[in-house]
């Protein structure tokens, strides 16, 4: 069965301290999970305010699904950290079969 697995590394730039960047994070990680069947969390420590790496992981019988749900989830994470006053700096993502 195929798992999908997409990591976005988010560039904050207007963020001067933890909370900023827990703001955009938060929201982030919240309308995914609310507009996708998915999985989200964050993988790094808060090492610095203007950067964040999230990941994201889903689970089909159909690799074909997955793969238009990945491109999904990745506009989508564009435009709502682009309303949050943050970009997306770089995206992956990758199979698993299991």
């Given at each position: 069965?195929?798992?999908?697995?997409?990591?976005?590394?988010?560039?904050?730039?207007?963020?001067?301290?933890?909370?900023?960047?827990?703001?955009?994070?938060?929201?982030?990680?919240?309308?995914?999970?609310?507009?996708?069947?998915?999985?989200?969390a964050?993988?790094?420590?808060?090492?610095?305010?203007?950067?964040?790496?999230?990941?994201?992981?889903?689970?089909?019988?159909?690799?074909?699904?997955?793969?238009?749900?990945?491109?999904?989830v990745?506009?989508?994470?564009?435009?709502?950290?682009?309303?949050?006053?943050?970009?997306?700096?770089?995206?992956?993502?990758?199979?698993?079969?299991?």
């Amino acid at each position: 069965m195929p798992v999908a697995q997409l990591t976005l590394e988010l560039r904050i730039e207007y963020a001067h301290s933890l909370k900023d960047r827990r703001q955009v994070v938060r929201s982030l990680k919240d309308q995914l999970r609310q507009g996708f069947n998915i999985s989200v969390a964050e993988l790094d420590e808060a090492v610095t305010w203007q950067s964040a790496t999230i990941g994201i992981a889903a689970i089909s019988h159909s690799r074909d699904y997955l793969q238009g749900q990945m491109a999904e989830v990745e506009k989508a994470a564009s435009r709502i950290v682009r309303d949050l006053g943050a970009e997306v700096a770089d995206a992956w993502w990758d199979f698993l079969e299991i």
